[in-house]
């Protein structure tokens, strides 16, 4: 059976930068239809991505902290890891948010058609699905998002071989397991296996574990997960995976790869995500793609076909989902007639690991090579009568100035719950404050975040008299 829509906007895909994109497209008063190939929205995050993970991270938080109160007076026993109820309680996680974006879809008559989407047109989408639909739109927004990236000479078809969404569904706990890549989303899953009991191995192309952070941040976070890790190999590459029936056998190469093939019972493969931009007949609507994939946007969302936009994952780096969805509200704004921009200074990236390790705005790498006169303060958490009282000593809040103005124009934090400091530290970079302003702001005692006035207040030009 085929059907047809018309419809003012039609948003091809349903993860954190589609829906929000529709619900705001139907807050401003448009006829919406979103299509999703999967029966549930909320796309990777929601489904395979940021929500099972912290989930997982969650459980994996409580296991490894009850391992150390030992010291402190208080002794747990064994965890007893039951892999069906844990899988239960991230489904459940899930469900209550995708169950939740059911409701307010239809709470905003936005229609969902499920199928795969593909352009026919520039006006025009087919989707395949239970039955065919036609969908006739003005304007569309293109939220397709990325999938894993898969190396030709790795046996993905192996059930020992995982990428993120076959590791968050917890198949098994492996004895032994490899994270091919050390970054965050690979040192996620790594924490999870290992607080269920696995013994890790990493491996990284690079010389450092989340090699997007400056070094001083992954220095402290190496040295903290060191315990979990057989080996951490660093500058060494992969070259060989084979599926025998006794393990997975891995090939390395490099400065610190082992002399012979190492047998493992899983392998987390976790490279890079790649665009899904190649896939859904962007040629016919006119809509340019580049040869990664990626589609072209100018700074309003809008791509080389007028009337279509794009946001999220498809569109390019940072693939984070807070970048998704404001980039989704701003293409929904645009069609329904204002002129919004998708301009921020700063998206703030974190590590959901423990410690964790997060950084906004300029590093310090970034700011040698553009040549900025900075200068960088650090507050150490051994330090903090909050890191002290909760074991986080090993962490510090890092902010850089701009020499020119004092102005703050990157920060970074590593510790157990760094990730909540990154909203100060964003909304204080996106509002243009200086040192002053921060070192100046009274925060609560005691806290992790009084480390970032203290950091301030650290910075030369922090105090300056009145005229
Ligand atoms: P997606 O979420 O990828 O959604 C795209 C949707 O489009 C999907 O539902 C897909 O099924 C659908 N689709 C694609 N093609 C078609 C088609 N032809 N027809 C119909 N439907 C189609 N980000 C964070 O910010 N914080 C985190 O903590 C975090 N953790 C992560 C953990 C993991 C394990 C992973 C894998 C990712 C994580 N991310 C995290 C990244 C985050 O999930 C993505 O950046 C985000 O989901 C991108 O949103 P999006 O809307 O662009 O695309």
Redesign the pocket.
């Given at each position: 059976m085929s059907n047809e829509i018309k419809t003012q906007v039609v948003v091809?895909?349903?993860?954190?930068?589609?829906?929000?994109a529709a619900f705001r497209a139907a807050d401003l008063g448009l006829d919406v239809v979103m299509?999703?190939?999967?029966s549930t929205?909320?796309?990777?995050?929601?489904?395979?991505?940021?929500?099972?993970?912290?989930a997982l991270l969650h459980l994996a938080k409580h296991i490894e902290d009850s391992k150390h109160m030992g010291d402190h007076g208080v002794t747990f026993g064994e965890p007893k890891i039951d892999l069906d109820k844990i899988r239960a309680h991230k489904e459940k996680v899930v469900g209550q948010l995708t169950g939740g974006l059911d409701q307010m879809a239809k709470m905003r008559k936005v229609k969902v058609v499920t199928?795969?989407?593909?352009f026919t047109g520039a006006n025009e989408i087919k989707?395949s699905g239970d039955e065919e639909t036609t969908i006739k739109f003005e304007h569309a927004i293109i939220?397709?998002?990325?999938?894993?990236v898969e190396l030709p000479f790795i046996p993905h078809d192996d059930e020992r071989v995982w990428?993120?969404?076959s590791?968050?569904e917890l198949p098994f706990i492996p004895k032994k397991m490899l994270l091919l890549g050390g970054g965050?989303?690979g040192l996620?899953?790594g924490m999870v296996y290992s607080a269920l009991g696995a013994k890790l191995d990493v491996v990284e192309f690079m010389d450092q574990l989340i090699p997007a952070a400056d070094k001083d941040l992954a220095k402290v976070f190496t040295k903290e997960i060191k315990p979990k890790f057989d080996n951490i190999m660093l500058e060494t590459k992969v070259t060989k995976v084979e599926a025998k029936k006794d393990g997975i056998h891995v090939t390395f190469e490099g400065k610190n790869a082992p002399d012979k093939p190492v047998k493992y019972d899983a392998v987390l493969v976790?490279v890079g995500?790649t665009p899904?931009g190649n896939?859904?007949g962007a040629d016919k609507a006119g809509v340019e793609v580049d040869d990664k994939g990626f589609i072209k946007t100018d700074n309003q969302l809008r791509t080389s076909a007028d009337n279509i936009f794009a946001?999220?994952?498809?569109?390019g780096q940072?693939?984070?989902?807070?970048?998704?969805?404001h980039?989704?509200h701003v293409a929904a704004e645009n069609i329904a007639g204002k002129k919004h921009f998708f301009e921020p200074k700063v998206i703030p990236s974190?590590a959901?690991t423990d410690p964790e390790v997060c950084w906004a705005g300029v590093t310090e790498k970034e700011a040698k090579e553009q040549g900025i006169k900075y200068e960088a303060v650090t507050f150490p958490w051994s330090a903090s009568g909050r890191a002290i009282a909760s074991d986080s000593t090993s962490g510090f809040t890092k902010l850089i100035f701009d020499k020119e103005n004092d102005r703050l124009i990157g920060g970074a934090v590593v510790g157990s719950h760094g990730g909540e400091l990154m909203g100060e530290i964003c909304l204080a970079i996106e509002m243009g404050s200086d040192a002053e302003d921060i070192a100046l702001t009274v925060h609560a005692h005691p806290t992790l975040h009084e480390s970032v006035g203290l950091a301030a207040e650290m910075y030369e030009g922090s105090i300056t008299d009145l005229p």
């Open positions: 091809l895909g349903a993860g954190p930068g589609g829906y929000s299509i999703e190939r999967y929205l909320g796309g990777v995050c929601l489904n395979v991505g940021c929500i099972p993970s912290k199928g795969k989407g593909e989707v939220a397709a998002g990325s999938q894993p990428d993120s969404t590791a968050l965050i989303i996620e899953m976790a995500r899904n896939k859904i946001i999220g994952d498809i569109i940072p693939m984070l989902a807070h970048k998704a969805t980039e989704g974190i959901y």
